[in-house]
């Protein structure tokens, strides 16, 4: 296991570095392949080991039911092979769809935080894109109601800030890049209103980029 990507993701000090990222439906890359999928392009254009721990229609719930199995686990192992492992966890927005209300998500992520923290595995917080709600797939407006959740993953997307703040965390913000400077939602970068498209993926990976640094 510990030979798995040991030419990437290095650094000077010669030590592997990988970034494991725990989500849903945007993190897994649902509508793209999986070459086109953010993860994937950061791992290509930077060097890193990028690890793709996302589930399409996952909660936060779940995730932290899979924390030990998907992220914990291979971290550690990571750490015994001399590598050094950090986690972006970003979820929430299945939550808001399926309940109307962030107060399990809020939770749900603040306890993952913890979980990875104890174990000495430095959390990153990834903020969930925006609601497109006009365009959202027809097929789940029977059970979600797209234009109540908008303002609410708004909102969610807010505390998060103020959560990692707080915590002193790392914040990867893809939800600012979907919005323009007025606040809008940038329709050109969604699939569907739910999921980035090819550009939008792009946008995701040049964001994440930029925080490398922060990151280690």
Same mark, same amino acid.
């Not at 990834?126 to 708004?154: H, M, N």
């Given at each position: *296991?510990?030979?798995?990507?040991?030419?990437?993701?290095?650094?000077?000090?010669?030590?592997?570095?990988? $970034? @494991?990222?725990?989500?849903?439906?945007?993190? /897994?890359? %649902?509508? #793209?392949?999986?070459? !086109?999928?953010?993860?994937?392009?950061?791992?290509?254009?930077?060097?890193?080991?990028?690890?793709?721990?996302?589930? &399409?229609?996952?909660?936060?719930?779940?995730?932290?039911?899979? $924390?030990?199995? !998907?992220?914990?686990?291979?971290?550690?192992?990571?750490?015994?092979?001399?590598? !050094?492992?950090?986690?972006?966890?970003?979820?929430?927005?299945?939550?808001?769809?399926?309940?109307?209300?962030? &107060?399990?998500?809020?939770?749900? *992520?603040?306890?993952?935080?913890?979980? $990875?923290?104890?174990?000495?595995?430095?959390?990153?917080?990834?903020?969930?894109?925006?609601?497109?709600?006009?365009?959202?797939?027809?097929?789940?407006?029977?059970? #979600?109601?797209? +234009?109540?959740?908008?303002?609410? @993953?708004?909102? +969610?997307?807010?505390?998060?800030?103020?959560?990692?703040? &707080?915590?002193?965390? #790392?914040?990867?913000?893809? %939800?600012? !890049? /979907?919005?323009?400077? &007025?606040?809008? #939602?940038?329709?050109?970068? /969604?699939?569907?209103? @739910?999921?980035?498209? $090819?550009?939008?993926?792009?946008?995701?990976?040049?964001?994440?980029?930029?925080?490398?640094?922060?990151? +280690?």
């Amino acid at each position: *296991m510990c030979g798995i990507g040991k030419d990437l993701g290095r650094n000077g000090d010669g030590i592997r570095r990988k $970034l @494991i990222c725990l989500g849903d439906s945007l993190t /897994f890359g %649902a509508g #793209v392949t999986r070459r !086109d999928c953010w993860t994937s392009l950061v791992q290509r254009e930077c060097g890193w080991t990028v690890v793709n721990r996302g589930i &399409s229609g996952d909660t936060t719930g779940g995730m932290l039911v899979r $924390l030990q199995r !998907d992220v914990l686990g291979p971290a550690l192992e990571e750490r015994r092979c001399g590598g !050094d492992c950090r986690v972006l966890v970003m979820g929430g927005s299945n939550d808001i769809f399926f309940s109307g209300t962030d &107060s399990q998500a809020r939770g749900n *992520m603040t306890a993952i935080c913890h979980q $990875l923290e104890a174990e000495g595995i430095f959390p990153v917080i990834g903020i969930p894109l925006p609601v497109d709600w006009s365009k959202a797939p027809e097929k789940w407006t029977g059970v #979600v109601d797209f +234009y109540q959740s908008a303002p609410r @993953i708004l909102a +969610y997307n807010e505390w998060l800030r103020r959560f990692a703040a &707080s915590a002193g965390l #790392v914040l990867v913000d893809f %939800a600012s !890049d /979907f919005l323009s400077v &007025s606040g809008q #939602v940038r329709h050109e970068l /969604f699939l569907d209103g @739910i999921h980035p498209n $090819l550009e939008g993926h792009r946008e995701m990976a040049r964001r994440l980029a930029k925080e490398l640094d922060k990151i +280690y």
